[in-house]
Every structure is written in structure tokens, then in C-alpha cells.
């Protein structure tokens, strides 16, 4: 049973950069791709960011060009770098194994990001 735990989220200006964790245990991380998603209130949970085993990114056009997804095997550890921030970046930040129809995983708690001034 794979556990997911996400830290880095916080209260930030527009403008402002943010660097989220994830780390993964219980299963073999390096042969999964993973996923960055984020539920905003009142709206469906969407991925933002994946990353594949070997490293090929994908992102969403809303944060294409501003979020850097990456991943470390030897830690069992995915990042977000979220750059430029805009306030309809605020959302509960979650990661996940992605299968090929989409998360596998239990959902962990997530991390809040706040983009507020």
C-alpha cells in the first residue's frame, strides 16, 4: 500500500514561488509515474503536473511555463516548483501514482497554497 505525503505548502504573494514535496512509501517509486494535482474550492480535483519514470513532463496549460515538476528516485520524493503565482493557484496540492486511467493511490492530505495579498 503506497503512503503519500505532501509538505511546502503555505500562504504566499501573487508573484511569489512555492516548492512542494512529496514523499512516497510502501511501494517501488522509481517505476511509477506520479502526479501533481490540486482541488480548489467548489471545483473537481485536476492534474496539473506528471511526471514519468524516466523523467518526460507534462503540465497543464494553466501552469505551463510557471511549475516545474521533478522527482527524485533515490528519496522517493516528487517536487513542485511553482513560480509566478496567481491567485487561482490557491487550491489543496495532493500527488499521486498515476496509472493509465489515472490516480492509484489513497489520496494523502494534501498541502495548502495560499496566494493572497
Known amino acids: 500500500q503506497v503512503q503519500l505525503v505532501e509538505s511546502g505548502g503555505g500562504l504566499v504573494q501573487p508573484g511569489g514561488s512555492l516548492r512542494l514535496s512529496c514523499a512516497a512509501s510502501?511501494?517501488?517509486?522509481?517505476?511509477?509515474?506520479m502526479g501533481w494535482y490540486r482541488q480548489a474550492p467548489g471545483k473537481q480535483r485536476e492534474l496539473v503536473a506528471a511526471?514519468?519514470?524516466?523523467?518526460?513532463?507534462n503540465y497543464a496549460d494553466s501552469v505551463k511555463g510557471r511549475f516545474i515538476i521533478s522527482r527524485d528516485n533515490a528519496k522517493n520524493t516528487v517536487y513542485l516548483q511553482m513560480n509566478s503565482l496567481k491567485p487561482e493557484d490557491t487550491a489543496v496540492y495532493y500527488c499521486?501514482?498515476?496509472?493509465?486511467?489515472?490516480?492509484?493511490?489513497?489520496w494523502g492530505q494534501g498541502t495548502q497554497v495560499t496566494v493572497s495579498s
Open positions: 499521486n501514482v498515476m496509472g493509465a486511467a489515472g490516480p492509484v493511490a489513497s
Open positions: 511526471i514519468t519514470s524516466g523523467g518526460s513532463t
Open positions: 510502501g511501494g517501488i517509486f522509481s517505476i511509477n509515474a
